[in-house]
Nanobody, 115 residues
Framework: QVQLVESGGGLVKPGGSLNISCVAS????????ICWYRQAPGKERELVAL???????HYVDTVKGRFTVSKDNSKTTVYLQMNSVKPEDTAIYYC?????????WGQGTQVTVSS
């Protein structure tokens, strides 16, 4: 069964760090592009970071230098390391996989940045 399952969300203080994960079952990470999106209350879903099959990465300007996306092909897991988090990083973070016209979404994990 093809699925994406996120985990690792939670409450973190401003300036702190959090590492969230996405296990991609039956999705070859050397082929699919894996994206991290987030959606804050009352806002549209936005792309945060992505990692291509060849390991190239891209980030939205607001997280550059703070977030790092990586993957472990053997564990079919993609990570988003979040450092120096800010209250505006509070959102539900979603994992998304795409290859040509094929795409899958995870159920999301809540990240809350608050003191």
């Amino acid at each position: 069964q093809v699925q994406l399952v996120e985990s690792g969300g939670g409450l973190v203080k401003p300036g702190g760090s959090l590492n969230i994960s996405c296990v991609a079952s039956r999705i070859p990470l050397t082929v699919y592009t894996i994206c991290w999106y987030r959606q804050a209350p009352g806002k549209e879903r936005e792309l945060v970071a992505l990692i291509e099959g060849d390991d190239s990465t891209h980030y939205v300007d607001t997280v550059k230098g703070r977030f790092t996306v990586s993957k472990d092909n053997s564990k079919t897991t993609v990570y988003l390391q979040m450092n120096s988090v800010k209250p505006e990083d509070t959102a539900i973070y979603y994992c998304h996989a795409r290859f040509l016209s094929i795409e899958y979404w995870g159920q999301g994990t809540q990240v809350t940045v608050s003191s």
